[in-house]
């Protein structure tokens, strides 16, 4: 097994924050990101709380364990730290997570309506429609939990009134994912105005579940 390394996980972890910025994903200080190391059980990489991405360097990103406390980094981690720690407690097969709070997700989150299978990208990185958590203030453990109880096996979850989150085996599984539910939701917007009934997939109908 190879050595998790940690200096270039950092450089992933911006990488990706820089290019959900760039994507229009993520504004101000909005969202976060975190990784699994895999060769330390119970360490995590993730996001600094209140800096911004294209202020931030590798360096920036702090090292934490499941209970969320800091072990090394000169900041504070994200204030979703304990959401995160939820997600990697529930889901062992999750290796990275994804928060953005993109336009068009954030609608549907808004409307109270899950992002349908509009494309077949979503469907197969989401496995399935993409379901709405209630509203509640998103920085507490108790959060994490009940949104796990509404993501189930799911890829991807909307938080009313405040943004996505993806799932993934990679850091790019999971970013992935968030492009295309952001897209798929763009798409549902436009089809609904045409048609109220638009037409959608269903994972378990797929005839192959092969990423795109």
């Known amino acids: ?3 998790f390394d940690i200096t270039a996980a950092k450089e992933q972890i911006l990488e990706y924050c820089l290019r959900s910025m760039e994507y229009g994903l993520n504004f101000n200080t909005q969202g976060n ?19 911004e991405y294209d202020k931030m360097t590798a ?3 702090v090292l934490v364990d499941s209970d969320s406390n800091l072990i090394e980094g000169k ?7 304990t959401v995160h720690m939820a997600v990697y407690r529930r889901r062992p097969n999750v290796n990275a997570i994804v928060h953005t ?3 068009f997700a954030n609608v549907w989150g808004v409307v109270g309506e899950p992002i349908l299978g509009t494309l077949v990208n979503m469907v197969i990185y989401t496995k399935g429609d993409v379901p709405i958590m209630p509203f509640s203030l998103s920085n507490r453990t108790e959060f ?5 109880d509404v993501m189930g096996e799911l890829n991807a979850v909307v938080w009313a009134n405040h943004g996505l989150l993806t799932v993934g085996d990679s850091l ?3 970013f992935k994912t968030s492009v295309a539910v952001e897209s798929a939701a763009k798409v549902q917007i436009y089809a ?6 638009p037409i959608v997939l269903r994972y378990e109908n797929l005839p192959t579940t092969t990423p795109l």
């Open 59 to 61: 360096d920036d990103i």
């Open 33 to 51: 990101i975190s990784l699994r190391v895999s060769d330390q059980p119970n360490r995590f990489l993730i996001t600094p709380t209140d800096l």
């Open 192 to 197: 609904r105005t045409a048609t109220p009934n």
């Open 101 to 103: 709070e993109p336009v």
């Open 172 to 174: 790019r599984d999971a």
């Open 144 to 148: 994490g939990d009940a949104m796990c």
């Open 1 to 3: 097994m190879s050595t």
């Open 75 to 81: 900041h504070e981690p994200s204030s979703e730290v």
